[in-house]
């Protein structure tokens, strides 16, 4: 079992920048893949941006350029940096680890973006 914990949501004007870490209880080094997802009411959970173990970054189309994802093996965490953020990126932000064949979700951090 893997627990993630997410911190660092909020509200925030359009324009501004907020910084999302997912806490991880077992070592990053050891996942496959770790990524943030988002889920806005009544859609459904899109992908945001992943990294695989290889350092291999990918990024939804709507957030590149924007948002980067990072590791910080000291902390085992994975980071989320968002600048520029819209109203279209408020969503329940979600952080996922992917391990051999199984799958790990946090409880969700909500991101408000007001314009």
């Known amino acids: 079992q893997v627990q993630l914990v997410e911190s660092g949501g909020g509200l925030v004007q359009a324009g501004g920048s907020l910084r999302l870490s997912c806490a991880a209880s077992?070592?990053?080094?050891?996942?496959?893949?770790m990524g943030w997802y988002r889920r806005v009411p009544g859609k459904q959970r899109e992908l945001v941006a992943e990294?695989?173990?290889?350092?291999?970054?990918n990024y939804a189309d709507s957030v590149k350029g924007r948002f980067t994802i990072s590791r910080d093996y000291n902390g085992n965490t994975v980071v989320l940096q968002m600048n520029s953020l819209q109203p279209e990126d408020t969503a329940v932000y979600y952080c996922?680890?992917?391990?051999?064949?199984?799958?790990?979700w946090g409880r969700g951090t909500q991101v408000t973006v007001s314009s």
């Open positions: 077992r070592s990053i080094f050891s996942m496959n893949v």
């Open positions: 996922n680890a992917v391990r051999n064949l199984d799958s790990f």
């Open positions: 990294v695989v173990s290889s350092g291999t970054t």
